[in-house]
């Protein structure tokens, strides 16, 4: 029998071919899982790490915001950050400092305080024995008016640590808020030995000094605070009060114009400038401010208040009784509570009603006035004769 060796060759070589196709195959198959892998793997790895780090620049971004007194910066970046790490103790020092001090920057920032109470509020219920979180939330309370709180908590933080600077301002503010200004001066002082906090210290500083009436000494310690960072516009405003205490008006006017310089919209300086001018018997400037205040706040009773108060000092009696409406009005509107209203807006435009010889309105706002108060105990009083408003024949029901 012969051996077919064209046939055997071609036999062993598709074998070989097979075999070889085989392998390939599989060394190509494993390279792919390979780069899949790796990829995966480094995929996984960028998802881990973009998160902190970004989260990191948010921190970051919020404290260089707060540095140049962009307020709604920090709190917008601090907030970021700390939603994605809830338990970042500086982050939340940081909002609650950023969202405080917001809150005494405009006329419509109050909020912002109930804001950092909820905040410090929430975050000591998970952190109950933490010196950084009592601290803040004690500053919280301060803020808030909630002094005897504040002290307690305040208490406890330096319990654990002694010299937590915040949480000795916390206590200084605490004890000035209930009329303690000596002992309030004692623990300021004592906060400023620290190097941290020290906006927070000479500002509490400050605070006492005005508490007991030193003036000069308030100036100064305001003064420290504002050269640890010029660009937060809240200790102008304070700056201005202390300098308007020892008759300084140029100085007060230009801690206003700097609010203007680094918040060009800020309304509460304008108020302030308004009030000025009219201290300083510039009526026209005084009316020009309060009506820049109007325009840009048109809800803010305050701002119609004092625009009318400066038409009715200016012999402007219709003016006046129509911005006075307006205040009034908004107080009603607005559900402001019966104690805390301004009884002026009633009184002094029942005053313009009055010199107008417009008896409807003036009725109107006297028998409003009467109705508001008749469950409430105001101190202010507004009387007409039984037989009614002087030249007005209806009388008052």
């Not at 000069?216 to 516009?233: G, W």
């Not at 205040?327 to 509107?333: G, N």
């Not at 202010?380 to 037989?387: A, K, L, N």
């Amino acid at each position: 029998m012969r051996i077919q060796r064209n046939s055997s060759r071609l036999t062993f070589r598709r074998q070989r071919r097979r075999r070889s196709g085989c392998l390939s195959l599989a060394v190509l198959i494993g390279l792919i899982l390979g780069v899949v892998a790796l990829s995966w793997n480094w995929l996984g790895v960028r998802l881990r790490i973009a998160s902190p780090a970004a989260n990191s620049e948010s921190l970051s971004a919020a404290q260089m915001a707060f540095e140049r007194g962009d307020l709604d910066g920090a709190v917008e970046n601090a907030r970021r950050f700390l939603t994605a790490n809830p338990e970042h103790e500086e982050a939340l020092l940081l909002l609650a400092r950023a969202l405080i001090y917001r809150s005494y920057s405009d006329y419509d920032r109050a909020i912002d305080r109930d804001v950092a109470l909820e905040l410090t509020t929430e975050a000591l219920a998970t952190f109950p024995n933490t010196p950084n979180v009592l601290a803040i939330h004690a500053y919280a309370l301060q803020a808030a008016g909630r002094s005897v709180e504040a002290a307690r908590v305040a208490e406890q933080a330096l319990e654990q640590d002694e010299n937590h600077a915040l949480a000795r301002v916390a206590r200084g503010l605490a004890y000035g808020g209930v009329g303690s200004f000596e002992v309030a001066l004692r623990e300021s002082r004592e906060a400023a030995g620290q190097t941290d906090w020290q906006i927070e210290s000479q500002r509490a500083i400050a605070i006492s000094y005005s508490d007991l009436g030193d003036y000069k000494q308030a100036i100064e310690a305001i003064e420290r605070a504002i050269s640890v960072n010029r660009y937060l516009t809240p200790l102008y405003f304070e700056r201005a009060l202390y300098a308007l205490q020892i008759g300084d008006a140029d100085s007060a006017s230009a801690a206003y114009y700097q609010v203007l310089t680094y918040a060009p919209d800020n309304v509460k300086a304008r108020l302030r400038l308004c009030e000025l001018s009219s201290l300083l018997r510039e009526r026209e400037t005084a009316i020009k401010y309060c009506a820049e205040v109007t325009d840009r706040a048109p809800s803010w009773s305050d701002g119609w208040y004092q625009l009318g108060m400066e038409y009715f000092l200016q012999g402007n009696f219709a003016e006046a009784q129509s911005a006075l409406h307006r205040c009034s009005s908004l107080q009603v509107m607005q559900d402001v509570p019966v104690s805390q209203r301004r009884f002026e807006c009633w009184y002094l435009q029942g005053q313009a009603a009055e010199i107008l010889g417009d008896c409807p309105n003036l009725i109107a706002t006297y028998n409003e006035f009467r109705a508001m108060t008749t469950d409430s105990a105001v101190q202010q009083r507004w009387t007409y004769p039984p037989e009614g408003p002087a030249g007005c024949v209806t009388q008052p029901s």
